[in-house]
């Protein structure tokens, strides 16, 4: 125990002013974000990740002491994890007639997310570190970091992955609701939020506030639920 | 930490135990929400890190950059179709 808060206090204490072009860097992309009506193709991590990127590469930066300057914000990731509790725990109450719909569609939907994506990349015979930086991306990315860091993959890669997955699920989610005829918002809600995780969880709060509240609950439980399946499954079976 | 032959990372863990203890009916949740309302909205920010560094992958990652995005536009429709016919065939749907 005193080992792990002495590590955190470490990792706390490294925070460095570069820093700051994180901060600054967020900055931008807020703002740019809200001036282009927060439309998803303008998301703030889309805006203010290649900026950093440029401006690390011009004042020649190395990467490795940027990540570690940024010690804080990683280790607030963490409690950001425990905080995602806080939505949950307020939507799923009151919901016991929804129950089995609701569990059978987050572990089909989980198991399914993770096991395509595992066997579309064994398909293509993409390298084992690829295929482990991938398979969490349908959970929301501070869960998805956790997940991706124990199964030794890369979370540089899948922060971007999951950033990806989620723009992919709204932009195709709508026809296939409507294809499908389900008109629901619940259900829509529930999908949007197993299947593209905070960035569908946006999109159905902007179509309702039940849409929202049941991708809050769909995102909430498939990050609880992959984690639970996935470590275990990837040191079984993974590359 | 390792659990039952289960491992479970720390953060999900405190995330499951903060869980189990809102759902007892206290204040608890309203002395929480505003902090962990403010933490939530803003933590894009705290992705910045590990996004930036995308941009200094190896050149080994990179080039199997666009079949993980391809593997991502193959697996997220299907998997929206299987729950979508999942909901339907469940008929729970159907009872507003």
Redesign the interface.
């Given at each position: 125990m005193p080992e792990l808060i002495m590590q955190q206090w470490q990792q706390i204490t490294e925070s460095s002013w570069l820093i700051l072009f994180?901060?600054l860097?967020?900055g931008v992309?807020v703002f740019v974000y809200r001036r282009c009506g927060k439309h998803p193709l303008s998301?703030?991590?889309l805006i203010?990740?290649?900026l950093?990127?440029l401006a690390?590469?011009l004042l020649n930066i190395d990467?490795v002491d940027?990540?570690a300057a940024?010690g804080v914000?990683?280790w607030?990731?963490?409690?950001?994890?425990?905080?995602?509790?806080?939505?949950?725990?307020?939507q799923?109450?009151n919901l016991s007639?929804?129950w089995?719909?609701i569990l059978?569609?987050v572990l089909?939907?989980g198991l399914?997310?993770a096991g395509?994506?595992l066997v579309?990349?064994n398909w293509?015979m993409?390298?084992p570190?690829?295929i482990l930086?991938?398979v969490a991306?349908?959970v929301t990315?501070?869960?998805a970091?956790?997940?991706t860091?124990?199964l030794g993959g890369?979370?540089?890669?899948?922060?971007?992955?999951v950033?990806?997955?989620g723009i992919?699920?709204i932009i195709?989610?709508e026809p296939?609701?409507t294809f499908?005829?389900?008109?629901?918002e619940r259900?829509q809600g529930?999908?949007l939020g197993?299947?593209?995780h905070?960035i569908g969880t946006l999109k159905a709060f902007e179509k309702s506030p039940r849409c929202g509240a049941f991708s809050t609950i769909g995102m909430g439980l498939n990050?609880?639920w992959t984690?639970?399946f996935l470590?275990?499954l990837m040191?079984a079976f993974g590359p | 930490m390792l659990w039952t032959g289960v491992i479970i990372p720390g953060p999900l863990l405190g995330m499951l135990l903060l869980l189990v203890v809102l759902m007892v009916p206290s204040q608890l949740a309203n002395f929480i929400q505003p902090t962990s309302s403010h933490l939530i909205k803003n933590l894009s920010l705290l992705f910045i890190p590990a996004c930036v560094g995308a941009f200094f992958l190896s050149a080994q990652i990179n080039v199997q950059l666009p079949m993980l995005l391809l593997a991502i536009i193959i697996s997220t429709p299907l998997t929206i179709v299987v729950m979508t016919l999942l909901i339907i065939s469940t008929k729970g749907h159907k009872d507003a």
């Amino acid at each position: 125990m005193p080992e792990l808060i002495m590590q955190q206090w470490q990792q706390i204490t490294e925070s460095s002013w570069l820093i700051l072009f994180s901060i600054l860097g967020f900055g931008v992309g807020v703002f740019v974000y809200r001036r282009c009506g927060k439309h998803p193709l303008s998301h703030p991590l889309l805006i203010s990740t290649p900026l950093i990127g440029l401006a690390l590469y011009l004042l020649n930066i190395d990467y490795v002491d940027y990540y570690a300057a940024n010690g804080v914000l990683n280790w607030l990731l963490g409690a950001a994890t425990v905080a995602l509790a806080v939505p949950l725990s307020l939507q799923i109450k009151n919901l016991s007639s929804l129950w089995p719909v609701i569990l059978l569609t987050v572990l089909i939907g989980g198991l399914f997310a993770a096991g395509s994506v595992l066997v579309i990349g064994n398909w293509f015979m993409l390298e084992p570190t690829a295929i482990l930086s991938l398979v969490a991306k349908s959970v929301t990315t501070p869960i998805a970091m956790i997940i991706t860091e124990q199964l030794g993959g890369l979370i540089t890669l899948i922060t971007v992955l999951v950033l990806f997955t989620g723009i992919i699920g709204i932009i195709v989610a709508e026809p296939i609701f409507t294809f499908f005829n389900l008109q629901d918002e619940r259900w829509q809600g529930l999908i949007l939020g197993v299947s593209a995780h905070a960035i569908g969880t946006l999109k159905a709060f902007e179509k309702s506030p039940r849409c929202g509240a049941f991708s809050t609950i769909g995102m909430g439980l498939n990050g609880i639920w992959t984690t639970l399946f996935l470590i275990p499954l990837m040191h079984a079976f993974g590359p | 930490m390792l659990w039952t032959g289960v491992i479970i990372p720390g953060p999900l863990l405190g995330m499951l135990l903060l869980l189990v203890v809102l759902m007892v009916p206290s204040q608890l949740a309203n002395f929480i929400q505003p902090t962990s309302s403010h933490l939530i909205k803003n933590l894009s920010l705290l992705f910045i890190p590990a996004c930036v560094g995308a941009f200094f992958l190896s050149a080994q990652i990179n080039v199997q950059l666009p079949m993980l995005l391809l593997a991502i536009i193959i697996s997220t429709p299907l998997t929206i179709v299987v729950m979508t016919l999942l909901i339907i065939s469940t008929k729970g749907h159907k009872d507003a």
